[in-house]
């Protein structure tokens, strides 16, 4: 079982830029992969960006070029470097980790006025 939590989140102006955390329970070396979804109010959840154990990425179209996923695997923590921010980029922000099963984190809020 893997819990995780982020961080991170807040009120930013469009332009400007937040960094998340995910920080998990266990090594994440041993985790298929950690992955960052987002969901807008009235909106269904959607993938953002996803690192692999063996440090592979990908990221949504709408993301990429801005947003960044790394992981610290001695912190056993993932973070999402999120630049030139949008307001269509406000959502709570949820970290997911792929073990056998998919263990959610409670999500962190991102706001970004125009």
Known sequence: QVQVVESGGGLVQAGGSLRLSCAASRDIFNINAMNWYRQAPGKQREFV???T???STNYADSVKGRFTISRDNAKNTVYL?????????TAG???AAVRHLVY???????????
């Open 49 to 51: 960006a996803t690192i």
């Open 53 to 55: 154990s063996g440090g």
């Open 81 to 89: 470097q999120m630049n030139n921010l949008k307001p269509e980029d």
């Open 93 to 95: 922000y949820y970290c």
């Open 104 to 114: 959610w984190g409670q999500g962190t809020q991102v706001t970004v006025s125009s």
